[in-house]
């Protein structure tokens, strides 16, 4: 999961381009490329199969023919074993050579089996006894004592060798199948040597199509179609490939790689020895026509994909290229420059944006130049009106004629003997000169702490006894700056909405405390307070920007959309009421010194 959101993640970072030539790659050219190399090689394999699989068969049909070959041979060995008369020729006396012959006539075995057996070039017998030799019964003297095989076959006591020897007589290297031959005494008469005949090892590998071979125990090679490997050690036999059975080598031969499908069997009541036929298939010469079957579909495919790739680019190259001029467009239309080209290449989906494009900042400039028109008419007309309204205001009242006069009125009070008079008057005349000299800048917070001390005064000659207040003004707080008119407007609320309407005497506490980031002054009073609708409704008109009121004073949304307006959205007027019980509000306000209210 974590991969996938890892990719997608990655993914949605890549440019149209290189996602379309990516998706590209990956769901069409790379997924081509692998099934067209798996049919290809999986043609290859089924060939190559195909090839053992014939040779499989072939090898089954040589291995047969050896069979009935060496079985004739074995079947001829017994014979002879078994036969009494060949032992009586060689445990009888024979006074002289002419005697000698005459039994050799009158066993004329070895002929017959020459005459009827195709299978066998020729018959030797070795004999331990020391008599005339002709072509069949050979005299074992010390130096053919000394010979392996004859060893071999004399250590097995009567049982079948098979074994690649020399003809006594022609010195040809021939396979061979010896035996020892014992007496009725159980005396050994001799070695028996039956040679196989290699015209018949020929007919039994003529017209294969794959060179074969046929091995004596993984050692020597007793047959193939060239004679140079005749009597040679079987070198692609490993001591790995020590096995009976059907198995196949996967080596090289004759410095080519080669797979030779090998049949190994023991010929009946040979126990000793065990016959290879091999069948040698040139991987090389085998796979020559699919692997270049192979390289012309592989270039095919090469060459299909570079045109297809060579015309994605041009495809994406021009998307690109269109996309990035109705992305730089519409950068230009975010920035408020409405004058673009109306044309771009092409007629698909990207060109009709990109035209709807143009049409809609064509009709966005001349919305735009008629509201900007009207506004500019709207506004100068707004200002004169203010100014004008300025000025009938000012050639009304002068504030030096209102002091003068207040200031008459409180001497006056004071010479008729009325200081609550005189008194009010101070008060009153002091609001006025703050309120009429303020500015739009902030003020140190003593000037507006002062301000509500006036006028919270004023309330307590107006209510008498009735209307009391406590103002609570932390350690360092009056070192800020505050805009004007802030505070004054919230305690006037109170009294207004929370004291007037109730018949008990009002009580307003003001608090006003350093936090961390900020002044909080805290208006609560013991009011009437409001239902819980009610409340609700002026929260969400404080935060209205369209809200106008239409009354004379300076009211809580005036003051909580400017500080809103200066300092930010975590500042302002937050409001909480329980109704007839009282109504608490929290106005939080930046803390400003003097230096930081210069520079700004």
Same mark, same amino acid.
Request: proline share 3%; hydrophobic share 40%; no cysteine.
């Given at each position: 999961m974590f991969l996938k959101k890892k990719i997608m993640s990655l993914f949605d970072y890549l440019k149209v381009k290189h996602k379309l030539l990516g998706i590209y790659l990956i769901v069409t050219a790379i997924p081509i490329l692998l099934v067209g190399a798996y049919l290809n090689y999986s043609t290859r394999d089924i060939v190559l199969n195909h090839s053992l699989s014939e040779a499989e068969s072939n090898v089954d049909k040589l291995e047969l023919r050896l069979q009935t070959i060496f079985n004739r041979v074995i079947s001829?060995?017994?014979?002879?074993? @078994?036969?009494?008369?060949?032992? %009586? !020729? $060689? %445990?009888? +006396?024979?006074?002289?050579? $002419?005697?000698?012959?005459?039994?050799?006539? =009158?066993?004329?075995?070895? +002929?017959?089996?020459?005459?009827?057996?195709?299978?066998?070039?020729?018959?030797?017998?070795?004999?331990?006894?020391?008599? @005339?030799?002709?072509s069949h019964f050979i005299y074992a003297d010390s130096i053919v004592k000394q010979e392996n095989w004859y060893q071999e076959a004399v250590s097995k006591s009567g049982r079948l060798s098979w074994v690649y020897m020399d003809d006594y007589w022609t010195g040809q290297e021939l396979l061979a199948l010896t035996r020892a031959v014992y007496g009725q005494s159980n005396d050994l008469l001799g070695v028996l040597a039956i040679y196989v005949s290699p015209d018949m090892l020929k007919s039994v590998v003529e017209g294969e199509p794959y060179q074969a071979f046929i091995t004596l125990d993984q050692e020597t090679i007793v047959y193939n179609t060239e004679r140079e490997y005749i009597g040679e050690k079987a070198t692609f036999f490993t001591q790995d490939d020590e096995q009976m059975g059907n198995y196949v080598i996967d080596t090289d031969f004759q410095e080519e790689h080669v797979k030779i499908n090998v049949h190994d069997f023991q010929p009946d009541k040979s126990l000793d020895n065990s016959f290879q036929v091999s069948s040698v298939i040139p991987v090389d010469e085998v796979m020559k026509e699919p692997n270049a079957i192979y390289v012309r579909g592989f270039l095919v495919i090469i060459g299909a994909l570079t045109v297809s790739i060579f015309l994605i680019g041009i495809f994406i190259r021009s998307f690109h290229k269109r996309i990035q001029q109705l992305r730089q467009t519409m950068f230009q239309v975010a920035k408020g420059n409405f004058q673009v080209n109306k044309h771009i290449k092409g007629r698909d989906e990207i060109s009709e944006v990109y035209r709807d494009l143009a049409t809609t900042s064509e009709s966005v400039q001349k919305i735009i130049d008629e509201v900007y028109i009207h506004k500019i008419k709207e506004e100068t007309w707004k200002r004169k009106q203010k100014e004008m309204d300025f000025k009938m205001l000012a050639s009304q009242i002068n504030p030096h004629f209102l002091y003068n006069t207040l200031e008459m009125i409180r001497m006056k009070a004071i010479l008729n003997q009325d200081p609550e008079v005189a008194k009010i008057v101070k008060m009153l005349s002091k609001m006025m000169r703050s309120s009429l000299e303020r500015t739009d800048r902030p003020v140190p917070i003593t000037e507006e702490i002062a301000l509500m001390h006036h006028y919270l005064e004023i309330q307590i000659l107006r209510f008498g006894e009735k209307f009391s207040y406590k103002l609570e003004v932390e350690d360092g707080v009056e070192d800020y700056y505050i805009f004007p008119l802030l505070i004054q407007p919230i305690v006037e609320n109170a009294i207004i909405h929370g004291l007037e309407p109730k018949e008990e005497d009002g009580f307003v506490k003001i608090t006003m405390e350093e936090e961390d980031q900020y002044i909080q002054v805290e208006v609560k009073d013991n009011g009437a307070g409001m239902p819980k609708a009610n409340l609700i409704e002026i929260r969400e008109r404080l935060n209205d920007e369209d809200y106008y009121s239409d009354g004379n004073r300076i009211?809580?949304?005036?003051?909580?959309? =400017? !500080? =809103?307006?200066?300092?930010?959205?975590?500042?302002?007027?937050?409001? +909480?009421?329980? %109704?007839? !019980?009282?109504?608490?509000?929290t106005l939080k306000i930046p803390k400003i010194k003097n230096d930081q209210h210069e520079r700004g």
């Amino acid at each position: 999961m974590f991969l996938k959101k890892k990719i997608m993640s990655l993914f949605d970072y890549l440019k149209v381009k290189h996602k379309l030539l990516g998706i590209y790659l990956i769901v069409t050219a790379i997924p081509i490329l692998l099934v067209g190399a798996y049919l290809n090689y999986s043609t290859r394999d089924i060939v190559l199969n195909h090839s053992l699989s014939e040779a499989e068969s072939n090898v089954d049909k040589l291995e047969l023919r050896l069979q009935t070959i060496f079985n004739r041979v074995i079947s001829i060995a017994d014979m002879v074993y @078994i036969n009494q008369n060949m032992k %009586e !020729l $060689l %445990e009888n +006396d024979y006074e002289s050579t $002419l005697e000698i012959y005459n039994a050799y006539n =009158r066993y004329p075995v070895f +002929d017959d089996f020459l005459k009827y057996y195709d299978e066998i070039e020729t018959i030797q017998f070795f004999m331990n006894k020391d008599m @005339i030799t002709d072509s069949h019964f050979i005299y074992a003297d010390s130096i053919v004592k000394q010979e392996n095989w004859y060893q071999e076959a004399v250590s097995k006591s009567g049982r079948l060798s098979w074994v690649y020897m020399d003809d006594y007589w022609t010195g040809q290297e021939l396979l061979a199948l010896t035996r020892a031959v014992y007496g009725q005494s159980n005396d050994l008469l001799g070695v028996l040597a039956i040679y196989v005949s290699p015209d018949m090892l020929k007919s039994v590998v003529e017209g294969e199509p794959y060179q074969a071979f046929i091995t004596l125990d993984q050692e020597t090679i007793v047959y193939n179609t060239e004679r140079e490997y005749i009597g040679e050690k079987a070198t692609f036999f490993t001591q790995d490939d020590e096995q009976m059975g059907n198995y196949v080598i996967d080596t090289d031969f004759q410095e080519e790689h080669v797979k030779i499908n090998v049949h190994d069997f023991q010929p009946d009541k040979s126990l000793d020895n065990s016959f290879q036929v091999s069948s040698v298939i040139p991987v090389d010469e085998v796979m020559k026509e699919p692997n270049a079957i192979y390289v012309r579909g592989f270039l095919v495919i090469i060459g299909a994909l570079t045109v297809s790739i060579f015309l994605i680019g041009i495809f994406i190259r021009s998307f690109h290229k269109r996309i990035q001029q109705l992305r730089q467009t519409m950068f230009q239309v975010a920035k408020g420059n409405f004058q673009v080209n109306k044309h771009i290449k092409g007629r698909d989906e990207i060109s009709e944006v990109y035209r709807d494009l143009a049409t809609t900042s064509e009709s966005v400039q001349k919305i735009i130049d008629e509201v900007y028109i009207h506004k500019i008419k709207e506004e100068t007309w707004k200002r004169k009106q203010k100014e004008m309204d300025f000025k009938m205001l000012a050639s009304q009242i002068n504030p030096h004629f209102l002091y003068n006069t207040l200031e008459m009125i409180r001497m006056k009070a004071i010479l008729n003997q009325d200081p609550e008079v005189a008194k009010i008057v101070k008060m009153l005349s002091k609001m006025m000169r703050s309120s009429l000299e303020r500015t739009d800048r902030p003020v140190p917070i003593t000037e507006e702490i002062a301000l509500m001390h006036h006028y919270l005064e004023i309330q307590i000659l107006r209510f008498g006894e009735k209307f009391s207040y406590k103002l609570e003004v932390e350690d360092g707080v009056e070192d800020y700056y505050i805009f004007p008119l802030l505070i004054q407007p919230i305690v006037e609320n109170a009294i207004i909405h929370g004291l007037e309407p109730k018949e008990e005497d009002g009580f307003v506490k003001i608090t006003m405390e350093e936090e961390d980031q900020y002044i909080q002054v805290e208006v609560k009073d013991n009011g009437a307070g409001m239902p819980k609708a009610n409340l609700i409704e002026i929260r969400e008109r404080l935060n209205d920007e369209d809200y106008y009121s239409d009354g004379n004073r300076i009211g809580l949304h005036n003051v909580h959309q =400017r !500080l =809103r307006l200066y300092y930010g959205d975590k500042y302002g007027i937050e409001m +909480d009421s329980i %109704e007839g !019980l009282g109504t608490t509000m929290t106005l939080k306000i930046p803390k400003i010194k003097n230096d930081q209210h210069e520079r700004g």
